[in-house]
């Protein structure tokens, strides 16, 4: 079950008509939950659907994703070979790593919906959204989903290219550490952790 946080996240996402969106979402907000949760409901609402997961390194798909997606209790089969979930009305999510060109392989797909997680970590991220996914989401009138916490690089792509400039048309959705059901102690004892600038990065959403 999703978080009241998580409910708001995919309620923004539907009801944002806009094909490229950006949300930056902190450490403990459940953020690649609510996004696989996405993708499943996407598949299991629309037969036939195909959706794009990709993340920084294929590696995490194995170690990161699957694992998450199996919480959720997904009901398809994970073809290994292929790195996708295939659903009985015939929908799939399709992942794949930015790494090492691993991205050119989601060419000539049509997607309903392509997810970008952990976006600020991904390589030649404006390639990807613009010359790969950007053209397979136009058919199907799909969406493009970039989220990450803030990149430790404020020089990355995610940041340069698609947060600042959202940043200044008001279209970046941000959610912080306050806005998840943790209480005001847990989110103190977590602070203790963390230098204030890795704080303010990972869980307020802002540089320090």
């Known amino acids: 079950m999703l978080t009241k946080l998580q409910e708001k996240i995919q ?44 993340v920084p390194r294929s590696m995490s798909i194995k170690r990161l994703i699957v694992p998450v997606m199996k919480t959720l209790n997904i009901n398809a089969e994970y073809r290994v070979a292929d790195k996708e979930y295939v659903f009985e009305n015939g929908s799939k999510i399709v992942f794949s790593g930015s790494d ?45 989903i970039l989220s990450c916490i803030l990149p430790k690089n404020r020089s990355h792509e995610f940041v340069t290219e698609f947060v600042l400039p959202f940043l200044l048309k008001g279209k970046v959705k941000t959610y912080s550490i306050y806005d998840s059901e943790l209480s005001a102690k847990e989110i103190q004892d977590i602070k203790q952790d963390y230098t204030p600038d890795e704080f303010s990065r990972e869980f307020e959403c802002c540089y320090g």
């Open 11 to 54: 309620q923004d996402i539907n009801s944002n008509s806009d094909t490229l969106q950006v949300f930056i979402g902190a450490r403990r907000t459940g953020r690649t939950l609510t996004l696989c949760d996405l993708a499943i409901k996407t598949c299991e609402a629309t037969p036939g659907a195909v959706v794009a997961y990709v």
């Open 100 to 144: 090492n060109g691993a991205t050119e392989d989601l060419r000539g797909l049509s997607f309903n919906l392509a997810i970008v997680d952990n976006a600020g970590y991904c390589d030649t991220l404006t390639y990807l959204v613009r010359s790969i996914l950007t053209p397979a989401v136009r058919v199907q009138k799909g969406k493009i």
